[in-house]
């Protein structure tokens, strides 16, 4: 058989094929896909993997304060549009930074829904809270939030919320939740030690926001 001229003939198997598409995939998979797959599967690995973190750098955005509305009822996109408008304006005008950006967590319980409201009051990160009528009678029936000039609670009558401020204790990072990045034990205090002075100072802003609204 004249392997040359018939090209549905593989050349090493001696197989006959009944097409050239036949052929070729019986070659992909036997030959090239065998012997090469690694050389192609990784690099597009590799690639893939590069995109995406480049995507991910290119829409995403920083925060600098993490904000918390929480309220009775259905989850209200247009308020939390209007507290982050709200808070923000009132961030950048106590830190004078025009570019301080702040991202608003929602919270929307249902009576009895208290624990969702209780994870944001134990997690240090959350200092600046903007709440409905109920929700500030009742916390503030338990003692919760801090009292500043004598209140606990300033209404925000464009909002028609109270704000309210929280000073979580700071929980310092230990070893073992950073077996992977590293650390060393001195790097890990400096570490505590300027995110503890990064809640002082947050903590401190949310009360001349807060102060901001009791003046009106």
């Known amino acids: 058989m004249d392997y040359q001229k018939d090209r549905n003939v593989d050349v090493f198997s001696g197989r006959e094929f009944s ?24 690099p597009l690995f590799i690639v893939t993997a590069l995109l995406a973190w480049l995507i991910s750098s290119l ?3 920083d925060y600098d304060w993490e904000v918390v509305y929480a309220h009775l009822g259905e989850p ?10 709200w808070a923000q304006d009132a961030v950048r005008s106590v830190t004078g930074n025009k570019k301080s950006r702040v991202r608003v967590t929602e919270l929307s319980m ?9 994870g944001a009051l134990d997690d240090y990160e959350y200092s ?15 003692g919760y ?20 401020v929280n000073d979580a204790e700071y929980k310092e990072h230990s070893p073992d939740e950073n077996k992977f990045a590293g ?4 790097e890990m205090r400096d570490l505590n030690a300027l995110l503890a002075e990064k809640h002082e100072e947050q903590v ?13």
């Open 19 to 42: 097409s050239k598409a036949e052929k070729f995939e019986f070659w992909m998979t036997n030959y090239f896909w065998y012997h090469f797959k690694w050389y192609v599967i990784i």
């Open 110 to 118: 249902s009576p009895g829904g208290e624990r969702l409201i209780m």
């Open 183 to 186: 650390y060393t034990e001195a």
């Open 59 to 61: 829409v995403r955005v």
């Open 204 to 216: 401190a802003r949310a009360k001349e926001v807060f102060q901001s609204a009791l003046e009106g």
């Open 76 to 85: 209200d996109s247009a308020q939390v549009e209007n507290v982050t408008e």
């Open 128 to 142: 600046l809270f903007f709440i409905d009528k109920e929700t500030a009678e009742y916390y503030g029936s338990l």
């Open 145 to 164: 939030f801090l009292e500043i000039d004598g209140e606990r609670f300033a209404l925000v009558e464009p909002l028609g919320l109270y704000a309210a």
